[in-house]
């Protein structure tokens, strides 16, 4: 099982972050600005959220909703913007934080993330055609831009991955946490790590959702 965890840690730790709260920030998605004659929707400690980039996402969701044969009317609507504005502002606030603490990512770690989407495969190789019109097609961004955004998404990624793997739980802490439970004690061998991953997730949401609200109380939205 140990080995199982070490050979898919990543993937376990991508399915453990997509749950990440973002409901920390009270206020936030209770409204969406309509945009201004600067272009933006919103300003996190002065950077702007730009409106085509937002507007752009927003109709991406509605039309995925769409093809999902998801009724969408004017609340569903409203609701994606509100989504879609606490995503952009978390994704830049994320950002901000591994900035400071200098997390960066490499041309190359983005590179090899595109060059390994299959969004962009053609004939079961990368091409770059396909590449330039997909981003186009689906985020209006050009190359630069779009690995732009995703070095952005990256350091936030990492900067959730180092808060995740700070979290250390103790054999001890890990069989008391369990028995409190209420589980047998005689499956504690066989489930300890399946429940460690489980455990440590918790303890991901709880730190992160801390830090979170922290940040939250010092930035200017």
Do not use: C
């Amino acid at each position: 099982m140990i080995s199982f965890l070490n050979k898919y840690k990543k993937i376990i730790f991508i399915a453990t972050v997509s749950i990440f709260v973002i409901g920390v920030f009270f206020g936030l998605g209770a409204y969406v600005y309509s945009g201004n004659a600067r272009g933006a929707v919103a300003e996190v400690n002065g950077k702007k959220i730009e409106a085509d980039k937002f507007y752009t996402q927003v109709q991406r969701v509605m039309e995925n909703l769409r093809n999902s044969n998801t009724e969408v009317n004017e609340i569903m609507e409203k609701t994606v913007k509100q989504q879609v504005l606490r995503e952009m502002i978390l994704e830049e606030i994320l950002y901000q934080e591994a900035s400071k603490l200098k997390l960066g990512v490499s041309n190359f770690e983005v590179a090899a993330e595109i060059q390994t989407s299959p969004q962009f495969y053609y004939e079961k190789h990368f091409d770059p055609r396909m590449y330039v019109q997909t981003i186009w097609s689906n985020f209006k961004m050009t190359p630069p831009e779009y690995e732009k955004w995703r070095k952005k998404a990256r350091m936030g990624n990492k900067l959730k991955y180092f808060i995740y793997s700070s979290i250390k739980i103790t054999p001890q802490e890990l069989k008391d946490e369990y028995m409190l439970s209420k589980n047998q004690a005689k499956d504690f061998e066989k489930k300890k790590d399946e429940y460690m991953q489980q455990l440590k997730q918790k303890e991901f949401m709880e730190t992160a959702n801390y830090m979170l609200r922290q940040i939250a109380s010092k930035t200017e939205i």
